[in-house]
């Protein structure tokens, strides 16, 4: 039997896993910049914030469109419910982190607290959801592993 294969490749290798790790660190980063600028009320961890949330977002939508393409064009992956947990969720974290960054747009300490650090934690909370679901996609379920001759 083989394992579910992912069907947005580069020469060969999945583009999901490799692009994810680079939201994740920045949609964390954001959550920790929010807090030292909750802390300190220094307007660098503001600014620095909304760099990671454009980061973040620039690259999720990539990882997001991989992982959509996968998803619609193997059905054993959409008979996975991890899958399903894995891309509402990934969806959720996606429009949560658009609406972050419209917050953070806004000048001064609002811009940050409450709403900013709010979604921050949302979004990072998600993401760990999200994250054991997709890890149970590739080490239980095998999707995306290459078979071995």
């Known amino acids: 039997m083989t394992h579910p294969r992912s069907t947005a490749q580069i020469f060969g290798h999945p583009l999901h ?4 790790p680079i ?12 807090i030292a600028y909750a802390c300190t009320v220094q307007p ?8 990671l949330l454009a980061a973040g ?7 997001v469109l991989a992982g959509l393409t996968d998803f619609l064009n193997e059905p054993r992956i ?15 974290v996606l429009v949560l982190s658009i609406w972050n960054a419209f917050v953070h747009s806004h000048d001064g300490y609002t811009g940050v607290v409450p709403t900013g ?11 760990a959801i999200t994250g054991w679901n997709g890890w149970s996609m590739v080490y239980r379920h095998g999707v995306g592993i290459e078979e071995k001759p």
């Open 117 to 127: 650090i709010t979604l921050s934690a949302i979004v990072v909370a998600l993401l």
């Open 17 to 20: 896993p490799m692009l994810v």
């Open 57 to 63: 977002l620039a690259v999720a939508v990539l990882a």
């Open 78 to 92: 959409r008979s996975l419910p991890n899958a399903w947990i894995h891309g509402a969720g990934n969806g959720a």
């Open 23 to 34: 939201p994740i660190a920045c949609f964390a980063g954001t959550l920790l910049s929010d």
């Open 44 to 51: 660098q961890w503001a600014n620095l914030s909304s760099w």
